[in-house]
């Protein structure tokens, strides 16, 4: 949770918005967030946290054209990646990775 947490702090205080992919083997402790921050004084909406398979879900995050980043920290297959960064250049969307990442 404490990555999940590292992530967000960022988007949130600079004043943005946050939807978030949860894990899909561990979906918990994103989960478990969304609870607690459903019960805490961020306005509703701030933070969106989805659950679904990350294969299904990461092309539509990269071709939306709302959506202003995408970080690929959480994507391990290097195809699926690699189709997300193409899909986001033509939103002309910022991408991020994590370090270390391919």
Do not use: Q, Y
């Not at 946290?49 to 539509?60: D, M, N, Q, V, Y």
């Amino acid at each position: 949770m404490r990555d999940t947490v590292s992530r967000l702090a960022p988007i949130i205080v600079s004043g943005n918005t946050v939807v978030a992919l949860a894990s899909s083997t561990l979906p918990l402790p994103a989960i478990t967030l969304g609870e607690a921050l459903a019960t805490s004084d961020v306005p509703g909406g701030v933070i969106n946290i989805l659950t679904g398979r990350r294969a299904e879900l990461t092309p539509w995050f990269a071709g939306h054209r709302d959506l202003n980043a995408l970080d690929l920290t959480g994507v391990d297959d290097a195809d699926l990646a690699a189709d997300a960064e193409r899909a986001a250049a033509d939103s002309v969307m910022r991408v991020t990775r994590a370090i270390g990442a391919d």
